[in-house]
């Protein structure tokens, strides 16, 4: 049974934007942080954004004023809104979670960005 369920990838043109969707089990939602990683071929997988239980987000320098990461508490779902894309932004997106101290991990999405 899947704990962590990521929609909404796709291709977009460079500019465009793509808005993430990441469902989760309810014991994986209430965590104390979940995060979106993206991860391009040859590459290590890297954060792009972070929310913890209370609210708090981060974000890597990359994505600063571009990504926007947000939750839903009533549907157990963040969200990774994607502005102003670029081809760099290209990757696989994965979103990832706690339950207890085991890291959980989704399928992952890809996103395509055309120059």
């Known amino acids: 049974q899947a704990q962590l369920v990521e929609t909404g990838g796709g291709l977009v043109q460079a500019g465009g934007s793509l808005r993430l969707s990441c469902a989760a089990s309810?014991?994986?939602?209430?965590?104390?942080?979940m995060a979106w990683y993206r991860q391009s071929p040859g590459k290590q997988r890297d954060m792009v954004a972070s929310i913890t239980a209370g609210g708090t987000t981060d974000y890597t320098d990359s994505v600063k004023g571009r990504f926007r990461i947000s939750k839903d508490i009533r549907k157990n779902t963040i969200y990774l809104q994607m502005n102003d894309l670029k081809p760099e932004d290209t990757a696989v997106y994965y979103c990832?979670?706690?339950?207890?101290?085991?890291?959980?991990w989704g399928q992952g999405t890809q996103v395509t960005v055309s120059s």
């Open positions: 309810p014991r994986i939602f209430s965590g104390k942080v």
């Open positions: 990832r979670g706690n339950l207890g101290v085991a890291e959980v």
